[in-house]
């Protein structure tokens, strides 16, 4: 897994170094006071996304799955080594961020931020169910149908979020929407450790069984 | 040193090939008993043809008794061939030679007539 | 000494192909050619034995092992070489080097440097830069370096120049006098194979048409020529295919020794080749 891991790093180094360059931009510019919670989030699902799909793309480009089912790899080191990546892209973003934030902070910056427990899992949760996602298609379909796939999911999820939001709002009074508000609201009072642990449980739910369903799309592929 | 030359456009097989031209080497006295001969696999090599045929070729030079193969050693010329082998010849020789003189016989031809006819045709062959 | 591959009623069915009982098996100290024309099945054999491919029946045992249990073990004594680049183009010669030699646990690095140098490889190039003889010389560098028992070359030589193709045939023969490592080398060029190969499969449409050793082949089947009068029906029965003209016909015989009591002197036996075996095997009689 370790070979895999160093492929990805060393055919990625390209994209690793603007990764670098667009979170320094972003810190240097963006002032978190207020939307880091949801701003530091979203930057890491999105670098995280794109290093994910760069790498399948460079992968796919090379037809290296020739080469790496060849060499003394199982298929399933080539699965884990790819979610053992995502979190991998993501811990390295949010890092990054911390490390510009703690630059600005260091120099009384008066926009600098405090990267808080919670953001940091939030990131880590997001990051994952978005690789979530997209792992069992790639897996599945190869990169290039899962590409489409995958896009579509994602704009449907976006605005069907803000159409959910919407639907919420305006059914209020709907008993299952006031159960849903229970829900938040008990979430909204647990105690950081009862948080953590509940996060870092649907983490596992969700990348445990994404895993699974990939290990057995890509058990069954052929090249 | 063993020279051979190989020829792939030959009709001659190539394990034929190397047979004779070891026999020859050996009747010759350019290889001399207790020789090494390269192994199997480095002759392969060298000539770039296949394992099976100089494994054939090898086999068929012990079986005649030109060589002797050690396992784990290796091939050598066998020791006192030379002679035996002369003597194998000989031994044809007189016997074709017995056919000619009854042939010779039974159509007339003279001692004298035949040892000019053999003269003839051995100065001719060299 | 057992094999150190062996495949037996290998079937594979694809929408528009087959790979109909494909059986062969190579022993330690050979070098096995497996020729047959393009989409004969030659890569299907060969990814199936990769498990690049799932079978649908028969069975694959590479080193006396099963490689559904095995596959790591088996894949760390196997080096390969196939027909196209699948580097990533973007690494140097090294960093694709360090990847695949991380994955070897018998990876040599001095052997790899010294090939790197025989090749004139430079490895701080990037894969994209070499040319493709380049390039199947650096897969061959890759598959020497980590102690491979089993050599496994998809089409290695197509689209290279005959110096190259030379080198390789060197390399190949002088990696045999090592008794314990064998060779599986597909082509179309036979003449690669004319020579140094010890046995010949050969495949064509999806099903072997023989598997043996190669002086064997090459001594009992012959062309044969002569007046087209003489393929009369008895004697079609002799051949495996022919190609007749109003001058005259050529025609493969695979019993040189049969032929040769049934039509004599009236015609010219000569040797065949690997490259005439293929050609008349495929062509058959169907154009006569």
């Given at each position: 897994?370790?070979?895999?891991?160093?492929?990805?790093?060393?055919?990625?180094?390209?994209?690793?170094?603007?990764?670098?360059?667009?979170?320094?931009?972003?810190?240097?510019?963006?002032?978190?006071?207020?939307?880091?919670?949801?701003?530091?989030?979203?930057l890491?699902?999105?670098?995280?996304?794109?290093?994910?799909?760069?790498?399948?793309?460079?992968?796919?480009?090379?037809?290296?799955?020739?080469?790496?089912?060849?060499?003394?790899?199982?298929?399933?080191?080539?699965?884990?080594?790819?979610?053992?990546?995502?979190?991998?892209?993501?811990?390295?973003?949010?890092?990054?961020?911390?490390?510009?934030?703690?630059?600005?902070?260091?120099?009384?910056?008066?926009?600098?931020?405090?990267?808080?427990?919670?953001?940091?899992?939030?990131?880590?949760?997001?990051a994952?169910?978005?690789?979530?996602?997209?792992?069992?298609?790639?897996?599945?379909?190869?990169?290039?149908?899962?590409?489409?796939?995958?896009?579509?999911?994602?704009?449907?999820?976006?605005?069907?979020?803000?159409?959910?939001?919407?639907?919420?709002?305006?059914?209020?009074?709907?008993?299952v929407?006031?159960?849903?508000?229970?829900?938040?609201?008990?979430?909204?009072?647990?105690?950081?450790?009862?948080?953590?642990?509940?996060?870092?449980?649907?983490?596992?739910?969700?990348?445990?069984?994404?895993?699974?369903?990939?290990?057995?799309?890509?058990?069954?592929?052929?090249? | 040193?063993?020279?051979?030359?190989?020829?792939?456009?030959?009709e001659?097989?190539?394990?034929?090939?190397?047979?004779?031209?070891?026999?020859?080497?050996?009747?010759?006295?350019?290889?001399?008993?207790?020789?090494?001969?390269?192994?199997?696999?480095?002759?392969?090599?060298?000539?770039?043809?296949?394992?099976?045929?100089?494994?054939?070729?090898?086999?068929?030079?012990?079986?005649?008794?030109?060589?002797?193969?050690?396992?784990g050693?290796?091939?050598?010329?066998?020791?006192?061939?030379?002679?035996?082998?002369?003597?194998?010849?000989?031994?044809?020789?007189?016997?074709?030679?017995?056919?000619?003189?009854?042939?010779?016989?039974?159509?007339?031809?003279?001692?004298?007539?035949?040892?000019?006819?053999?003269?003839?045709?051995?100065?001719?062959?060299? | 000494?057992?094999?150190?591959?062996?495949?037996?009623?290998?079937?594979?069915?694809?929408?528009r192909?087959?790979?109909?009982?494909?059986?062969?098996?190579?022993?330690?100290?050979?070098?096995?050619?497996?020729?047959?024309?393009?989409?004969?099945g030659?890569?299907?054999?060969?990814?199936l034995?990769?498990?690049?491919?799932?079978?649908d029946?028969?069975?694959?045992?590479?080193?006396?092992l099963?490689?559904?249990?095995?596959?790591?073990?088996?894949?760390?004594?196997?080096?390969?070489?196939?027909?196209?680049?699948?580097?990533?183009?973007?690494?140097?010669?090294?960093?694709?080097?360090?990847i695949?030699?991380?994955?070897?646990?018998?990876?040599?690095?001095?052997?790899?440097?010294?090939?790197?140098?025989?090749?004139?490889?430079p490895?701080?190039?990037?894969?994209?830069?070499?040319?493709?003889?380049?390039?199947?010389?650096?897969?061959?560098?890759?598959?020497?370096?980590?102690?491979?028992?089993?050599l496994?070359?998809?089409?290695?030589?197509?689209?290279?120049?005959?110096?190259?193709?030379?080198?390789?045939?060197?390399?190949?023969?002088?990696?045999?006098?090592?008794?314990?490592?064998?060779?599986?080398?597909?082509?179309?060029?036979?003449?690669?194979?004319?020579?140094i190969?010890?046995?010949?499969?050969?495949?064509?449409?999806?099903?072997?048409?023989?598997?043996?050793?190669?002086?064997?082949?090459?001594?009992?089947?012959?062309?044969?020529?002569?007046?087209?009068?003489?393929?009369?029906?008895?004697?079609?029965?002799?051949?495996?295919?022919?190609?007749?003209?109003?001058?005259?016909?050529?025609?493969?015989?695979?019993?040189?020794?049969?032929?040769?009591?049934?039509?004599?002197?009236?015609?010219?036996?000569?040797?065949?080749?690997?490259?005439?075996?293929?050609?008349?095997?495929?062509?058959?009689?169907?154009?006569?």
């Amino acid at each position: 897994m370790f070979s895999l891991l160093l492929k990805d790093v060393l055919i990625l180094k390209k994209q690793f170094l603007l990764v670098l360059l667009f979170i320094l931009f972003a810190n240097y510019f963006m002032v978190f006071s207020t939307s880091g919670i949801v701003f530091i989030p979203g930057l890491t699902v999105v670098l995280t996304y794109a290093l994910v799909v760069q790498s399948c793309l460079l992968d796919d480009k090379a037809n290296s799955e020739l080469i790496l089912l060849s060499l003394p790899l199982l298929r399933r080191d080539i699965v884990r080594t790819k979610y053992f990546s995502l979190f991998f892209y993501a811990l390295s973003s949010i890092l990054s961020t911390l490390i510009f934030q703690l630059i600005k902070a260091l120099l009384s910056h008066p926009t600098a931020f405090s990267l808080t427990w919670g953001i940091f899992l939030t990131s880590i949760f997001a990051a994952s169910l978005m690789g979530s996602v997209y792992y069992p298609f790639y897996f599945r379909l190869g990169y290039v149908k899962s590409r489409i796939i995958s896009t579509v999911v994602f704009f449907t999820l976006f605005f069907g979020s803000s159409f959910v939001a919407g639907l919420l709002n305006h059914h209020s009074q709907s008993p299952v929407i006031q159960a849903l508000g229970k829900a938040v609201q008990w979430l909204h009072d647990l105690s950081t450790l009862g948080s953590t642990t509940l996060t870092l449980l649907f983490i596992l739910l969700f990348t445990g069984s994404s895993y699974l369903l990939s290990r057995r799309f890509y058990q069954r592929r052929e090249f | 040193m063993m020279h051979l030359t190989i020829s792939n456009a030959s009709e001659e097989p190539i394990y034929q090939q190397i047979l004779t031209q070891i026999k020859t080497l050996i009747i010759q006295g350019e290889m001399s008993g207790g020789e090494a001969l390269p192994s199997i696999r480095a002759l392969a090599k060298d000539l770039q043809i296949s394992v099976i045929t100089t494994k054939r070729a090898y086999e068929e030079l012990e079986r005649e008794g030109f060589i002797d193969t050690v396992p784990g050693k290796g091939s050598f010329v066998a020791v006192q061939n030379r002679e035996l082998l002369r003597e194998q010849r000989l031994r044809v020789v007189e016997e074709k030679l017995a056919l000619a003189v009854n042939l010779a016989r039974s159509a007339g031809i003279g001692l004298s007539e035949l040892q000019e006819i053999l003269s003839l045709i051995y100065e001719e062959e060299d | 000494m057992p094999n150190i591959l062996e495949v037996e009623n290998l079937s594979k069915t694809f929408p528009r192909f087959s790979l109909q009982k494909i059986s062969f098996s190579l022993a330690p100290g050979y070098i096995m050619g497996f020729i047959g024309p393009n989409g004969a099945g030659k890569s299907t054999t060969l990814k199936l034995i990769m498990h690049l491919l799932h079978k649908d029946s028969g069975q694959i045992k590479i080193f006396g092992l099963d490689p559904q249990h095995y596959e790591r073990q088996i894949k760390d004594r196997i080096g390969f070489v196939y027909d196209e680049n699948h580097f990533y183009e973007e690494l140097t010669l090294k960093a694709m080097a360090r990847i695949m030699a991380s994955c070897y646990s018998h990876w040599e690095p001095q052997t790899f440097t010294s090939y790197l140098e025989q090749f004139s490889l430079p490895p701080k190039e990037k894969i994209k830069k070499l040319s493709w003889g380049m390039q199947m010389k650096f897969s061959l560098a890759l598959a020497l370096s980590h102690q491979a028992e089993l050599l496994i070359l998809d089409e290695p030589t197509s689209g290279l120049d005959p110096i190259i193709r030379h080198e390789l045939i060197e390399i190949l023969s002088a990696l045999r006098e090592d008794e314990k490592k064998a060779v599986l080398f597909s082509t179309h060029i036979t003449t690669d194979l004319e020579q140094i190969a010890d046995y010949i499969t050969f495949i064509h449409d999806g099903q072997l048409v023989f598997s043996r050793a190669k002086d064997d082949i090459l001594e009992r089947y012959a062309l044969v020529k002569g007046d087209p009068g003489l393929l009369t029906r008895e004697n079609q029965s002799l051949f495996t295919g022919w190609n007749q003209t109003r001058y005259g016909f050529t025609g493969l015989v695979p019993d040189r020794a049969q032929a040769r009591l049934l039509l004599g002197n009236r015609v010219l036996f000569e040797k065949a080749t690997l490259d005439d075996i293929m050609l008349y095997t495929v062509r058959g009689k169907a154009h006569v």
